[in-house]
């Protein structure tokens, strides 16, 4: 289970959620029940910094930066895209629709009207806090800039700035003039209006126009205050005069009223005329209440609020300065500083400057320096999951200025953290007091990014690092965790490292266990090597004798055989384009038909070898024997079930006959499941006949039963023109595992090749010269083993053991019977098939160079399974810095995607090769790719396969670790990884070592 669903199921799954939102690092639940959730199962989630139960069955489980994608995958899930809960509401309901849901169960709690009210402020504010941080850091620069003399006091409106520093600075500004509408229009959405209509009627007030009736005002004083005041409509109604530019408290004001008008106006106005004459009303209402009435109050209420705090300051900066930092540990975790930063605006509107956020950067630092305290034991203990959380919350703070992932991560967790938290926001505050306070002209977030923001910037940064550096000491020296916590952390670390050390004994162990297994074997091999010197010349006549004989069939491959390939399972054909996976319906895999299956058995439609089974059950590969390849995959994506519902009968390199059993499958568990069951029948060697079609009986009826023809494979035509002769074809290229994940099926694992019933027609192949013929290239001498043992031999090319074929020319004979005396010391014999230098000597040690710059990954650690299981083939990934992947050999291209993401390469040494570049990204169809090579060119060491564009496929969302993989591993004793770390170009990474 991932994290977004280990974190719905934790909260008692989607059948307890009314509503799910966000802010910047929570993800912000409304539930039917909050009472039965176990808190440290939510904490321990990976991913999870802390989580808050609140009154009124609401829930906060803190996440950090990645909140929104969080938040994206578990809205993603099938239970909450099922819509209604368990009574009835819209997951994705609006905030209104909650709060409305809420007010007709009555109270839920003793403090809900106090949360419903921070959350009004902290969703009216929380959307644009990106703009103002934004905002934040343009501003910092223009304080660098005027601290260094570069410019003049460019907050002060009277200096003269060039048009350059001019735009600049209006490039902050903006945000902070037109910030009543942009509170106007999220406070006025929290409340179930129109936010348009919110926006609009604060936007009548910030007109020029309304700000130039001005000159038409009369003077007067009102609570000590000089006001403009025009009299409208005969004189008879006072409109008074403000600038709103940047306040914040007027649109607060206008929405709370504005909410409850517009839900009243729907209820009382006809739904077929509503679209109409609630916007028209809400207006024709608000507007004048906010520039006659509304406005004016929220002006004062502002003021009122900013002219008690300044009185405090006023009358003892250095109490203030203590003040603010101690008080914000607690309102913080409330809510409580959405008003402090309205305040905070509305200084620098009236006065030009601000003195609440240096004390704030007090309370932050010291918050960030605990945090600091937290991550430096959590190194120390390894603690990897405490160590994550942490590292993600002090660079959200020290960079961003943003305290929430450090509290409710850490700190709110931890009783013993506040203590420390206090002692430091005293000390910050306790330096800022003595130097007399602090100011800033501007709103900005207190980071490391914005200490040139302050007044006093040696005072500043004096005492957030008197704040910071004594939480954290006093974390690190008296430890954040009670003595039973620190003692359960110590035993996890005592028993992590009893099973490291108990790993590396038995990783010993087995090294000693493996030298005197090499031993044994050495000497066994020095005994029986005098009886293989014996029995080659035996072999070699043998080989002579049975140059001619006759070579299993391949007679599909006959020129103009006609083949029929039977059904696997009863059920109803499907056009090949009809299968509901782009995949297969293309072809890119291969030719054939769908099946709907109507049985629940899967038999193999000819005799032959399996060389894909898949643990899964969904997928199978078959080499029949008269040469056709067929891949059976059973249902569309069915490697997601992991197995379930299948019964798998058959195991790679299992020899079967028409109608064996290879799986069973559950319908009812495919189908429950959100899977289709049709089934694609597959020939995945189409190149090597000329034709591959539905069989023509399934265009009228398409019920068939096992056993019933549903392909028609046509053989190519004689070469030149000559009659169809008794002989061996070319041998069918061997589809490895690395053309069928190439073609982008890496849900099967590894491309199939199956057999036809065996009912071809054709002329027969013979495996010897027929007439003074060529043998097969590649065909196995029967009788002839790799080492020239007198034993019966496998019919296909390239055995399951990987044993190498001897030829059975005549003039291969005669080399074979050179061998009697060819033997060495340890016994093997020159008869192996493979070309001098070949990865097939025996003993050979070949290296295989990276294919690209970039860092090795171990092949378990490549996210995906398919690879990282090692059923595709053996090697490693490679997580690229360069854009381009070359051949790391000689040899040819077998396979070669258009989409460029996949290439298979048969290399002259015998070792072949799959460079699958990222990780699914057979969906971007080609783009991001720019191909140089086709299937069936040769290519040298060094060649360009193919440049990619590394943005374009991550900005997609897909993985660039490339596989790089030896799809033919069986041949060899062993194939490991070689390096570690960064690699370039042709720098060896993998060790592939011959059999003995």
């Not at 006023?314 to 930063?341: K, Q």
């Not at 025996?842 to 160079?849: H, L, P």
């Amino acid at each position: 289970m991932n994290a977004p669903a280990e974190i719905l199921a934790s909260i008692g799954g989607a059948d307890n959620v009314e509503n799910l939102t966000h802010c910047a690092t929570r993800l912000r639940f409304q539930l039917h029940d909050n009472s039965g959730i176990d808190e440290k199962q939510v904490e321990s989630i990976p991913g999870v910094m802390g989580a808050v139960s609140q009154s009124g069955n609401r829930y906060q489980v803190v996440i950090g930066g990645a909140v929104e994608s969080v938040y994206n995958d578990i809205m993603a899930l099938p239970e909450m895209k099922e819509g209604g809960s368990a009574t009835g509401t819209q997951k994705s309901g609006s905030n209104a629709d909650v709060k409305s849901a809420a007010k007709e169960k009555g109270p839920r709690g003793r403090f809900t009207w106090l949360d419903s009210f921070f959350d009004f402020l902290g969703d009216s504010f929380r959307p644009i806090l990106g703009s103002l941080l934004g905002a934040s850091l343009i501003i910092t620069f223009m304080a660098l800039m005027g601290t260094l003399g570069v410019i003049g006091n460019w907050a002060d409106p009277r200096t003269e700035l060039s048009p350059t520093w001019q735009f600049i600075n209006l490039c902050w500004r903006c945000v902070f003039y037109f910030l009543p509408l942009m509170v106007a229009y999220n406070a006025s959405k929290k409340l179930g209006a129109d936010p348009w209509i919110g926006f609009a009627v604060m936007a009548v007030v910030m007109l020029p126009g309304f700000t130039s009736l001005g000159q038409y005002a009369t003077h007067l004083t009102f609570a000590g205050s000089e006001i403009n005041v025009v009299r409208l409509f005969g004189g008879h109604l006072p409109l008074t005069i403000f600038d709103y530019g940047s306040q914040v408290f007027p649109p607060l004001l206008m929405a709370a009223v504005l909410g409850p008008l517009y839900k009243l106006l729907k209820k009382i106005i006809s739904p077929n005329v509503q679209l109409i004459f609630v916007p028209f009303l809400s207006m024709l209402i608000m507007i004048p209440l906010t520039a006659f009435l509304i406005g004016p109050l929220g002006v004062y209420a502002g003021a009122g609020l900013a002219n008690g705090l300044k009185a405090v300051n006023d009358f003892s900066p250095f109490i203030f300065a203590i003040l603010i930092p101690m008080l914000y540990p607690f309102m913080v975790p409330l809510g409580l500083h959405w008003p402090l930063n309205a305040i905070m605006l509305l200084n620098i509107q009236t006065l030009g400057f601000d003195f609440i956020q240096g004390p704030m950067g007090a309370w932050n630092f010291a918050c960030f320096g605990a945090t600091a305290g937290v991550l430096f034991l959590s190194v120390r203990d390894r603690d990897v999951t405490m160590r994550q959380t942490a590292t993600g919350a002090l660079a959200a703070g020290l960079l961003g200025g943003i305290s929430e992932p450090s509290l409710y991560g850490i700190h709110l967790r931890f009783k013993r953290i506040y203590p420390r938290i206090l002692v430091g926001c005293f000390l910050g505050g306790l330096v800022q007091g003595i130097g007399g306070g602090l100011t800033t002209n501007a709103f900005v977030f207190t980071s490391l990014l914005t200490i040139p923001a302050f007044s006093n910037i040696p005072l500043y940064a004096i005492s957030i690092a008197v704040a910071f550096f004594s939480s954290m000491l006093l974390v690190v020296f008296f430890d954040y965790r009670t003595a039973d916590e620190r003692a359960e952390a110590a035993k996890v670390r005592a028993t992590e490292d009893a099973d490291q050390a108990a790993e590396e004994a038995r990783k010993a162990s087995a090294e000693a266990h493996k030298a005197e297994l090499r031993a044994d074997d050495a000497e066994a091999r020095a005994d029986q090597a005098e009886q293989r010197a014996a029995t080659t010349t035996v072999a070699a006549e043998r080989a002579a004798q049975v140059a001619t004989a006759v070579a299993p069939a391949r007679t599909a491959l006959a020129p103009n055989a006609v083949t029929q390939i039977a059904s696997p399972v009863a059920g109803y054909v499907v056009p090949l384009d009809k299968v509901p996976d782009p995949v297969f319906a293309k072809g890119t895999v291969g030719l054939g038909v769908g099946i709907d299956p109507t049985g629940d058995t899967i038999t193999s439609p000819g005799d032959g070898k399996i060389i894909v089974a898949q643990d899964t059950g969904h997928a199978f590969g078959i080499k029949l024997d008269n040469g056709i390849e067929l891949l059976i995959h059973v249902g569309i994506d069915t490697v997601n079930l992991g197995g379930t519902g299948f019964d798998v009968h058959v195991a790679r390199g299992d020899r079967v006959t028409t109608g064996d059993v290879l799986v069973r499958f559950d319908r009812k568990v495919i189908e429950s499941a959100g899977y289709s069951m049709i089934t694609p029948v597959l020939v995945t060697n189409p190149r090597k006949f000329a034709s591959v079609t539905q069989a023509p009986a399934t265009l009228s009826s398409a019920l068939v039963a096992p056993g019933d023809t549903i392909i028609t494979v046509t053989a190519k035509p004689p070469k030149d023109g000559a009659a169809a002769a008794p002989g061996t074809p070319p041998a069918p290229a061997h589809r490895s595992a690395a053309q069928a994940v190439a073609a982008g099926d890496s849900k099967a694992g590894a491309s199939a090749s199956t057999e036809a019933p065996g009912s071809s027609v054709g002329g027969a192949s013979v495996g010897g010269a027929a007439a003074g013929g060529s043998p097969a290239p590649g065909s196995t001498v029967p009788g002839v083993s790799a080492h020239g043992d007198a034993q019966a031999s496998p019919q296909d090319t390239g055995t399951a053991d990987g044993a190498a074929a001897v030829s059975p020319t005549a003039d291969g004979a005669r080399r074979a019977a050179t061998t009697a005396g060819a033997a060495d010391s340890s016994g093997s014999a020159a008869a192996s098939g493979a070309a001098p230098g070949s990865a097939l000597v025996a003993g050979a040690v070949t290296e295989i160079g990276s294919p690209v710059a970039g860092r090795v990954v171990a092949l378990s650690d490549v996210p995906d399974p398919v690879f990282s299981k090692g059923i595709v083939g053996l090697g490693v990934g490679i997580d690229p810095t360069g854009d381009t992947i070359t051949s790391p050999g000689d040899g040819k291209i077998i396979v070669a995607q258009d989409t460029g993401h996949a290439f298979g390469i048969k290399l002259d040494n015998g070792i072949e090769l799959l460079i699958h570049v990222g990780i699914d990204t057979v969906n971007l169809g080609g783009t991001g790719f720019d191909v140089h090579v086709a299937r069936g060119d040769r290519v040298t060491t060094g060649d360009v396969l193919v440049r990619f564009d590394r943005k374009v496929i991550e900005s997609a969302g897909y993985s660039m670790i490339t596989p790089v993989l030896v799809t033919n591993p069986r041949k060899f004793a062993s194939v490991t990884q070689a390096a570690q770390g960064a690699v370039t170009p042709g720098e060896g990474i993998i060790t592939v070592t011959a059999k003995q």
